[in-house]
């Protein structure tokens, strides 16, 4: 009787599970460097969000939004606006967030690119942030 072992998947194809299944091509910005590789390691900058399969492509940080703009509604309240990053790192989850520490909840999002933040103080011992992200990373402005 004879067994037939299932194929070791060359450099550069991967193979998630044990057993006759084909070996495939490694997803975009990725690679297997050695024969019988499970899974195809994330080129250097490019990332696999915890929960993403290991058939998806390996996706970047999101690049800054453009255009952000702030328009004072009164002494507390500001609108800031902005358009969507160049680059979204080939996801799209991409999400935004306005910190400042002496509004605390008072930041209404109005999706995707718009921000009303009230109990807003323009003075330097305040700290306002603007934060970036997809599931990968996220940038601070």
Known sequence: ???????VCPPGKYKDSVGADECRDCPEHSAAAHAGASECRCDTGYFRAPKDPRGMPCTRPPSKPQNITVNFVDQSTVILAWQPPLNEGGRTDTLYRVVCDACGSHVSYYPPQMADVSHWRALPLYLHQFHIMNCIQYIFI
């Open 1 to 7: 009787m004879y067994c037939l072992l299932p194929a």
